[in-house]
């Protein structure tokens, strides 16, 4: 096994060239406003600061902040009309309201939200900033942006997760989970809904960590929990607007077969997930009965980022029918389609391409490409099939 290299100077000094960069200085060319949102830690700040580097800044998590906004928003927002950073805008709804306002009145003006809740901004921009503002998502780093992934064994990948201060600041990644779900819990959570007993939501957390890569069927942990359906869907809910999970939908035509509607849960780290089933460390996923599906995490989450660091939306899903064919990772453009099967294997194996040649046989020349992502070192690379090493999907 190769060491763990999370403090390799190499990734350190690499860490911040974000590939959401150029489409946010492109984004800002035209639209008077615009906004990132991701998870806490994920370096939004930090990537607004660079990007924009003669900017004002403003943070309104901070209470003196606020209180400095109220006295005059408008006035404040005029006064910064050559760049401002507005930072968790979303702790003060009145300032979407003036930005559109003051965007109105000169075009030339420009203007930065970002935040960590998205469902909290992306409501006050639907009711104030529709038409003025270009959306975005700032998730933790993706495989390139480490920079050196190539020299990091998978399990390390998989525990260490993608969060900046576990792998620019050589922070243990216990200790930054620790902290963010302590932060998650006690603060996000509250700010978005008053959940009455905290005790069974922590629980349907971590059991939503047990399910990676499985569908998400809500019944099943309402009886398990002892809460309603409605409940657990709310609660989950609440997981995607804040960016812990999200769900990958199935794909399906009308083609005559009787297909599953059930999305799957993914996390949008696998480092969070590792801290929630109680990983302590690499060895630890290694020989954990969920490798295979954390494995599937890591590569679906990055196919996400990729998206996501170009500006484009979520275009991706899998397939699955009622005799139990599946097919990982499809990534639809129009009517073709990009198919992966994702395996956890070190070793190749011709069986792999079973389901993908399957789903050929269905959707002819729609498919355009299939390929098997495995965990292996070899690589044989074509544009209609193929195997190819997780870390260079993309």
Same mark, same amino acid.
């Given at each position: 096994?190769?060491?763990?290299?999370?403090?390799?100077?190499?990734?350190?000094?690499?860490?911040?060239?974000?590939?959401?960069?150029?489409?946010?200085?492109?984004? *800002?060319?035209?639209?008077?406003?615009?906004?990132? $949102?991701?998870?806490?830690?994920?370096?939004?700040? $930090?990537?607004?600061?660079?990007?924009?580097?003669?900017?004002?800044?403003?943070?309104?998590?901070?209470?003196?902040?606020?209180?400095?906004?109220?006295?005059?928003?408008?006035?404040?927002?005029?006064?910064?009309?050559?760049?401002?950073?507005?930072?968790?805008?979303?702790?003060?709804?009145?300032?979407?309201?003036?930005?559109?306002?003051?965007?109105?009145?000169?075009?030339?003006?420009?203007?930065?939200?970002?935040?960590?809740?998205?469902?909290?901004?992306?409501?006050?921009?639907?009711?104030?900033?529709?038409?003025?503002?270009?959306?975005?998502?700032?998730?933790?780093?993706?495989?390139?942006?480490?920079?050196?992934?190539?020299?990091?064994? =998978?399990?390390?990948?998989?525990?260490?997760?993608?969060?900046?201060?576990?792998?620019?600041?050589?922070?243990?990644?216990?200790?930054?989970?620790?902290?963010?779900? *302590?932060?998650?819990?006690?603060?996000?959570?509250?700010?978005?809904?008053?959940?009455? @007993?905290? =005790?069974?939501?922590?629980?349907?957390?971590?059991?939503?960590?047990?399910?990676?890569?499985?569908?998400?069927?809500?019944? @099943?942990?309402?009886?398990?929990?002892?809460?309603?359906?409605? $409940?657990?869907?709310?609660?989950? *809910?609440?997981?995607?607007? *804040?960016?812990?999970?999200?769900?990958?939908?199935?794909?399906?035509?009308?083609?005559?077969?009787?297909?599953?509607?059930?999305?799957?849960?993914?996390?949008?780290?696998?480092?969070?997930?590792?801290?929630?089933?109680?990983?302590?460390?690499?060895?630890?996923?290694?020989?954990?009965?969920?490798?295979?599906?954390?494995?599937?995490?890591?590569?679906?989450?990055?196919?996400?980022?990729?998206?996501?660091?170009?500006?484009?939306?979520?275009?991706?899903?899998?397939?699955?029918?009622?005799?139990?064919?599946?097919?990982?990772?499809?990534?639809?453009?129009?009517?073709?389609?990009?198919?992966?099967?994702?395996?956890?294997?070190?070793?190749?194996?011709?069986?792999?391409?079973?389901?993908?040649?399957?789903?050929? =046989?269905?959707?002819?020349?729609?498919?355009?490409?299939?390929?098997?992502?495995?965990?292996?070192?070899?690589?044989?690379?074509?544009? @209609?099939?193929?195997?190819?090493?997780?870390?260079?999907?993309?």
């Amino acid at each position: 096994m190769r060491p763990n290299l999370y403090f390799n100077s190499k990734i350190v000094q690499n860490m911040y060239k974000r590939q959401l960069q150029s489409c946010l200085q492109k984004l *800002s060319e035209t639209f008077p406003v615009v906004s990132v $949102t991701g998870p806490r830690q994920s370096g939004k700040t $930090t990537l607004c600061k660079m990007t924009f580097a003669g900017y004002d800044y403003i943070n309104l998590e901070d209470e003196e902040s606020r209180m400095i906004l109220e006295q005059d928003i408008k006035g404040y927002l005029r006064a910064h009309s050559n760049g401002l950073i507005i930072d968790e805008a979303h702790y003060f709804p009145e300032v979407f309201s003036a930005l559109q306002v003051v965007a109105d009145e000169d075009d030339a003006r420009r203007y930065v939200v970002s935040g960590s809740s998205n469902w909290l901004i992306r409501q006050n921009i639907s009711q104030s900033l529709a038409g003025r503002v270009a959306l975005t998502r700032l998730l933790p780093l993706s495989l390139s942006e480490l920079g050196n992934a190539d020299e990091i064994d =998978t399990n390390d990948l998989i525990y260490n997760g993608s969060y900046p201060a576990i792998w620019g600041k050589g922070r243990p990644a216990f200790a930054v989970y620790d902290g963010y779900y *302590s932060t998650y819990i006690q603060r996000d959570v509250r700010q978005i809904v008053n959940i009455k @007993d905290m =005790t069974l939501f922590r629980k349907f957390v971590r059991l939503c960590a047990t399910r990676v890569g499985n569908e998400f069927v809500a019944s @099943d942990l309402s009886s398990e929990i002892g809460v309603s359906v409605k $409940t657990i869907q709310g609660w989950l *809910s609440i997981l995607e607007t *804040s960016y812990v999970v999200f769900l990958l939908q199935p794909y399906y035509r009308n083609i005559g077969k009787r297909l599953t509607k059930t999305p799957k849960l993914y996390f949008y780290d696998t480092g969070l997930a590792c801290y929630l089933l109680g990983l302590k460390s690499s060895h630890d996923v290694a020989n954990s009965p969920l490798r295979g599906a954390l494995f599937e995490n890591l590569v679906v989450a990055d196919t996400l980022k990729q998206r996501y660091n170009a500006g484009l939306d979520n275009n991706l899903y899998f397939y699955r029918d009622k005799s139990q064919r599946e097919v990982d990772l499809l990534m639809e453009n129009g009517q073709k389609l990009d198919a992966f099967e994702i395996k956890s294997a070190t070793a190749f194996h011709k069986d792999f391409f079973k389901n993908l040649e399957y789903l050929k =046989t269905l959707y002819g020349e729609d498919v355009v490409r299939t390929q098997v992502v495995y965990d292996g070192v070899q690589e044989w690379n074509k544009i @209609d099939s193929g195997f190819v090493n997780f870390r260079h999907l993309v």
